[in-house]
């Protein structure tokens, strides 16, 4: 199949040939690999089925690349199509010349793209174009070309009947008329736009100033009430911060550059000078030059349009076009568009965090097939308790209200004793909500009581349980079931396979994002979908044990054919083989060819239905039996004797070196999980609130959330407490999850505790000294700012952290609820 459809581009050839180069270019792979790639997604084949069992037609591209291509392969297809539409539009102004049509077919970029098609792009009536109506066109061009021409004089001689209709009425307004057609000329002109953009990138500050009587209410945002920082080196989560800011009205954001501010702290620190007498020692001397330095960007503009001042009549006239068009035309716009790039990378950013974070959280290690009883705390309305066998099958719910008001802490003791030994209880899920220390203590006692059933208790984090307590399927699964309840039954299952469980969560519920609320909710619902895609391929699925949400997840599955699996297994039984999914209704040979490999049948029929073997490779480890004589019994398993075995020698047109590899790796290990093993943290006794906090306390805790700017870790007082990048470890750290990820079970020691902003501060390099929390940002890892050296020693004022705590606490608060 072409990379290309025809029919999608009329230039079907150099468009495909320019988006594979552009693919194998990005990804770091050939040509061909990157054509095999498209071939296989345009026929519908979802990424983890080509990652896994399509390596020879790729070439080996794993799952991270091939997401990476499928996003390209969207934007520059679009682009084709934008290249296309453009060159279509000109061409019928009768304006396409050989020219701009091979500008148009080099551009690289939408942006460059548009910034070609823009004189051409309709447009309201402009006052320039008023002014070409009146004739005064040729004014413009003759003051641009000889500026030895008076203005004034060179107006006198357009003053006519139609100008004047036209609202030009004496030289004033006729010179105003033709400045504004140079200043759209200027304005329109695509290198132009293409150099002063790259300038602002690599010379603009983005700058915040606090919006007037907002001092007190938008008190979380003061580290940003005078606050200045290059826009080349502004980090996801404090560009996110300035845009909630001046969202809500809090902060005015705006784009300056390098040098005007420059100027500026000059001029008041010449004035201070000048008023007291004295020159602060920071203070650098301020020139005449500095302080009426050209500015670059006007400088910039002058040159391209070749205009100079020469003490000429016209000169002047032209200078001020030229600053008019910077001011009026060229900075707004440019202005508008790189902070809406700014926007675009910081979501871009934050999407790739939750992303990595929920890829972490899916894939933590699972407890297993055990009864599990799932507590989930409360004070007023009790404990919901529910009781779950190894399956996860619902076996019994209670209440219990061992705090306040009621403080039954023996009748709860009494109520959780009785279920742990009716159903053989092995795990205790305690969720880590309010109240989550107390109940953690109740289920101490409890596992005290009753040495026999060597019970072992977990707090978990309960995000999202609620979400999936009020859903539709929860509603159906448990339809008699109270919602809170319900919580307790995802509670204790999430324990018992985390993966399994989540995924009948919303993935954004989840809540391990960096200001996931001020980010597009649809890309963001994307790329998580896509995470979780992932995940659960990876992992693989009992079809005779899972649930529909699950189901729903593997490669070339959807809802609707995820509940016909359950429902025929409903009506005839477990899954004998694989083969029995075809008889579902509507699973036919692609889906089944896109699906069978992620989907596990145990104790079925043929051993290799419980493996990652694609059935369309049985015939491949059929020939590799025959050649060692053994039956599948025999060697599945049996790591000494495939290890001894050479993947070369079974290696052929149909099944090429990587299959052979991968199908005997699992042979070796049929099924073999990716996860962690299961461990659990232990929350220090006494240490149940913030208030019970002391800075110098070395804890263990579970990272619950990976920012850019550290790591959240949960140490059982009800509030996480962050881990400064620069905090993670004794060297510097460029991405924190090169140290930690989510789950990981951690030592910290207590550097700082703010009760009324709700904040802690905590360290992994357990010889750091508390009280120096806050020069958390600058210590160790100064360099995690982004801002050059030169730069930094710009800004007036830099907050001690890199990021507004307050407005860090304020939003992870938010994700977790």
Known sequence: MSAIHASEHPQSSPAAARILNRIAAAIGCRNQQAEAAVALLDEGATVPFIARY???????????????????LAYLRELEERRASILAAIDEQGALTPELAAQIDAAETKQTLEDLYLPYKPKRRTKAQIAREAGLAPLAEALLADPTRAPEDEAEKYLNAEAAALGFTDAKSTLDGARQILMERFSEDAALLGELREYLETHGLVTSTVAAGKESEGAKFRDYFDYREPLAAIPSHRA?????GRNEGMLHIALALDTDLAANDAAARSSLSTATGTTPKSALPATAATMKAANPCETRIARRVGIADHGRPADKWLADTVRWTWRVKLFPHLEGELMGALRERAEEEAIRVFGRNLHDLLLAAPAGQRPTMGIDPGIRTGCKVAVVDATGKLLETATIYPHEPRRDWDGALSTLAALAKKHAVQLISIGNGTASRETDRLASDLVKMLPELHLTKVVVSEAGASVYSASEYAAR?????????????????????????LVKIEPKSIGVGQYQHDVSQTRLAKALNAVVEDCVNAVGVDVNTTSVPLLTRVSGLNGTLAANIVAHRDQHGAFPNRSALREVPRLGDKTFEQAAGFLRITQGDNPLDASAVHPEAYPLVERILADIRKNIGEVIGDARLIQSLRAEKYADER?????????????????????????????????????????????????????????FVDIG???????????????????????VKAGDIVRVKVLEVDLPRGRIALTMRLDDTPGNAGNAGNTGNARHTGAPAKAQARQSKRPAHPEPQSAMAAAFAKLKR
């Open 717 to 739: 007082v009800h509030q996480d407490g962050l881990v400064h990048i620069s905090a993670l470890a004794n060297r510097f750290v460029k991405d924190p999850r090169e140290i």
């Open 54 to 72: 399509r390596k020879e037609a790729t070439g080996g591209l794993d799952d991270t690349q091939l997401r990476t291509l499928a996003e390209r």
């Open 477 to 501: 699964e448990f339809p008699e079931l109270d919602v809170s309840l319900r919580g307790a039954v995802s509670i204790a299952r999430r324990l018992q396979d985390p993966l399994a469980e």
């Open 655 to 711: 099944f090429g070196l990587p299959t052979v590899h991968d199908v005997l790796k699992e042979l070796e290990k049929p099924g073999r999980d990716p996860r962690p093993e299961f461990k659990t943290a232990t929350f220090q006794d006494g240490v149940e609130d913030m208030k019970d906090l002391r800075a110098g306390m070395i804890l263990e805790g579970v990272v619950t959330n990976v920012a850019n700017f550290g790591a």
């Open 240 to 244: 996110l911060a300035l845009l909630r």
